[in-house]
């Protein structure tokens, strides 16, 4: 890893220099794999580890402002055009739509932990115009709590490398850690996000299935009364 940094640094010097700028317009922009290498980095001494998490946490913070303002400006448009293009994903949308009127903050905060929820919220939030004080506290402890997974996996990731790194001096090792790390938090986020759509569909096939039972069993207390009158 020790090589990796110092070929960077001496073919692409200004990415050291200002290495803080990058990796904060990457967390703002790109986000997850960003965040992981930063808790990675730290870890094995590259970057400062409490720096560079507030840096993530404001530069993840902007992000959520820069979607809302997405919202806020064009509307619900870019959702309804991207959940267009398949029958469940607008069923989904619907259904956080119907979440986000009844507990905002709470869905804010949970789909920063989920892959395309987290876009389509905070553009629902913007294009709602939902209030931006309630909103930039939602945003920013969600982007605490995103920060704290993804750089605890990266760091945790780096800490492993340093253990092997100490018998087995090789780049691809430091290289499928980091892969590794990214492969862990990627899994967190797709069960995670497959959860709460599986818990907003769960409704709709509870009360589907009530109203099938309640149904059943007034067809059958109609044939029984039926059956009586016709008995007498």
Known sequence: MEAVLQFIETTF??????????????AMIEG????????????????SLWPTFMLFILAYTVNGYLWYAVGFFAGAKPIDRWAKKDEKRQKVIEKVGHYFSKYSGRAIIITKFTFSLTIATLITAGSLKYNLKKF????FVGSIGWVVVTMFVGYFFGESYKLFSDYLKNLTIGLAFLVGAIAVVYIIKGTFGSAFVESLLSGDRIRDFSYKFRNGLEAFLSN????????K
Do not use: C, Q, R, W
């Open 13 to 26: 010097p200004v990415i050291i220099t200002h290495k803080y700028l990058f990796l904060f317009v990457g």
């Open 32 to 47: 997850m794999n960003t965040l992981i290498l930063g808790g990675f980095l730290a870890s094995v001494n590259s970057i």
């Open 136 to 139: 930039t506290f939602y945003n």
């Open 224 to 231: 029984g009364s039926d059956k009586e009158k016709k008995d």
